[in-house]
């Protein structure tokens, strides 16, 4: 009985441990992530949310300004709501 008790603390303690990395490397992510933003570095996704690299290959121009997207189906919902801006009847 005495085992079980000391390898269940074992693996308790190992668990611990990993996830205190996971949470530590989770952090040091997110102070990058904050950084990067505040250098300019990383734009947001106007659709999504999700930040990408100013230079991303996934861009429209609308006017003066340049959207950069995640992915392809981002980019696609954004030009389905430009459309759908343009198209609004006048009244």
Known sequence: ML????IGLALFI???LFMGDKRKREMEQDKTTEKKVAS???VKDPVCG????K???IRVKNGE???VFCSYDCRDKFLKQLEAED???EE
């Not at 085992?3 to 000391?6: A, L, R």
């Open 3 to 6: 085992k079980f008790i000391v």
């Open 14 to 16: 190992v668990y611990k």
């Open 40 to 42: 300019g570095e990383l």
């Open 50 to 53: 999700t930040y990408v690299n």
């Open 55 to 57: 230079g991303g290959d």
């Open 65 to 67: 300004k340049i959207h």
């Open 87 to 89: 198209v609004t009847p």
